[in-house]
């Protein structure tokens, strides 16, 4: 379907192109949202009759998304939740999680259709996340997806909190170790087969006496 945008939308372009796109695409997102129109004749003059003021009504959005930046780039949120041994999340972290913490900061201009994710967050760690407060403006956040306060505020210092749990998991098992063991036997194996010979060697040494007595 070819349609005229309304806006600047990424990888297709800015105010004012007629561009070709999946029909489903622009049936289900773009005209619904008002980011472009069918790129027929009618539409194409409506356009060019009212282009004048829909560049000028960008402008201002585009002004007030570059003020509110200010708020929002850089900003990190804590998500605190529950996580297996290996960090993976029971459940997952998505769009709406991180919209709400952002309110809660105090945040209230971040809309869910701002917030670019391309998928639910399921690991513990920190998560740079893209929001789109206009077409031609864009800032950063970070999420803090941790078990505890206190484990957020160490990721926060640069600690690798998953790392830690994969060397606690590693340092958990101890094998012993024999530098004269044979390639393929487990270290303490051959010592309890040692022992196993010396008790047969002993009977039998106490049995031969107990016949040579008699």
Request: aromatic content about 4%; glycine content about 8%; proline content about 2%.
């Amino acid at each position: 379907m070819e349609i005229i945008l309304l806006e600047r939308v990424e990888k297709l372009g800015g105010i004012g192109d007629v561009v070709t796109v999946k029909n489903g695409y622009a049936r289900n997102f773009l005209l619904p949202n008002k980011k472009a129109l069918r790129a027929n004749e009618a539409n194409k003059k409506l356009f060019e009759a009212n282009r004048a003021q829909i560049e000028a009504d960008n402008a201002t959005k585009r002004a007030d998304a570059e003020k509110a930046s200010g708020n929002v780039d850089g900003k990190q949120v804590v998500l605190i939740r529950q996580s297996s041994n290996a960090g993976h999340l029971y459940g997952s972290v998505s769009v709406r999680d991180i919209v709400e913490a952002l309110h809660e900061a105090g945040i209230t201009e971040v809309t869910k259709a701002m917030v670019v994710l391309e998928r639910p967050i399921k690991t513990l760690g920190l998560f740079d996340v893209k929001v789109a407060l206009h077409p031609e403006v864009a800032s950063t956040v970070q999420v803090n997806v941790a078990r505890s306060p206190e484990e957020a505020d160490l990721q926060k210092d640069g600690v690798d909190i998953m790392a830690q749990m994969f060397e606690k998991e590693e340092t958990g098992f101890v094998e012993d170790y024999d530098a004269n063991a044979e390639p393929g036997t487990i270290a303490g194996e051959e010592a309890e087969e040692e022992a196993a010979v010396a008790a047969d060697d002993e009977a039998a040494a106490t049995e031969e006496g107990a016949e040579d007595e008699a």
